[in-house]
């Protein structure tokens, strides 16, 4: 499994395509609504699964345990929203908190870890 | 040479970037380009920090808060220039009204040409810009677009530039190119 993190509109998608062949076809898109679905050669942005597991009580890291085999060759994106003010709201808290657990354990998990920056991949793993 | 220099808020990019723009034009001319319109005593405190802080680093000022390619009007053709913000640059032209929540849908695109020809034609060029990419907040749509666009301009300046830094408390961590000026 490849991890690729970053900042909002760095370029983390267009990094994915360029180095590891992916179209379009290859990316499910997780939603707020619809959490995520497993299977796609890259899953692009968990930090909207995240949220969901937070509106649906959901532990973003058990529910990627119990899969893991349906993930473990995947590309896996999300975005890094760690570094803001403590949010005043409790849900973006607690996703806020939710997104950072889980990309510390997929990042343990990963073969490879970028971190996407003005479109830069500066490797972390 | 282009670098671009980037970070969150108050790590120094400003005071790094003098000293890199300062390493880069040697005994050539070294324009300081201020782009920031002042709103508020705040603004103008700041001001007068940053002008103090260069005044013995031979910088000549420049104000440009729009239309950024004009600052190389005049200027002397072996000149560096220190770009200081994109930031500001593009809240100037997408807002040109301060009071209208109304942007200016063309301004990402113009500062990105202008940009991208004072990459071109300047001997060399910093670019200070600010990171704001990475917290929890779900924004309106108005801070969103904003946030699209600046991102917009930071991977064009990515693109061309040798030396890509963020300034991580006051330390560089280089993207790209090195700091051997």
């Known amino acids: 499994m490849v991890l690729i993190i970053g900042g909002a509109y760095q370029g983390k998608l267009d990094f994915a395509k360029l180095h590891y062949g992916i179209s379009e076809e290859d990316i499910y898109t997780c939603t707020e609504e619809n959490g995520i679905r497993f299977g796609a050669p890259c899953i692009f942005q968990l930090e909207e699964f995240t949220l969901w597991c937070v509106r649906n009580g959901t532990d973003a890291v058990k529910f990627f345990r119990a899969h893991r085999p349906e993930w473990e060759n995947s590309i896996l994106i999300c975005q890094d929203i760690f570094c803001g003010v403590v949010p005043l709201g409790a849900d973006m808290r607690a996703w806020r908190e939710m997104t950072g657990r889980l990309c510390a354990y997929l990042s343990r998990e990963a073969e490879s870890v970028s971190r996407i920056f003005c479109g830069l991949e500066q490797k972390l793993k | ?181």
């Open chain 2, 1 to 181: 040479m282009n670098v671009l220099i980037s970070g969150g808020c108050k790590n120094g990019k400003t005071g790094f970037a003098q000293d890199i723009a300062v390493r880069l034009s040697g005994n050539g001319k070294r324009y300081y380009v201020a782009t920031m319109i002042p709103c508020d005593d705040e603004d103008r405190a700041r001001i007068l920090r940053h002008i103090e802080g260069r005044s013995d680093m031979g910088f000549e000022t420049l104000e440009c808060s729009r239309d950024i390619a004009a600052c190389m009007n005049g200027a002397k053709s072996d000149a560096t220039f220190l770009i200081d913000s994109v930031t500001a640059l593009l809240v100037n032209e997408m807002y040109p009204d301060p009071h209208m929540e109304q942007a200016d849908q063309s301004a990402a695109f113009r500062c990105q040409s202008g940009l991208l020809r004072v990459a071109r034609e300047a001997k060399n060029a910093v670019f200070v810009s600010d990171y704001i990419y990475s917290d929890a907040i779900r924004y309106d749509s108005f801070t969103e677009t904003y946030r699209t666009c600046l991102a917009l301009l930071d991977r064009t300046l990515a693109e061309v530039c040798d030396t890509v830094i963020e300034l991580c408390a006051g330390n560089a961590v280089c993207h790209k190119g090195g700091l051997d000026l």
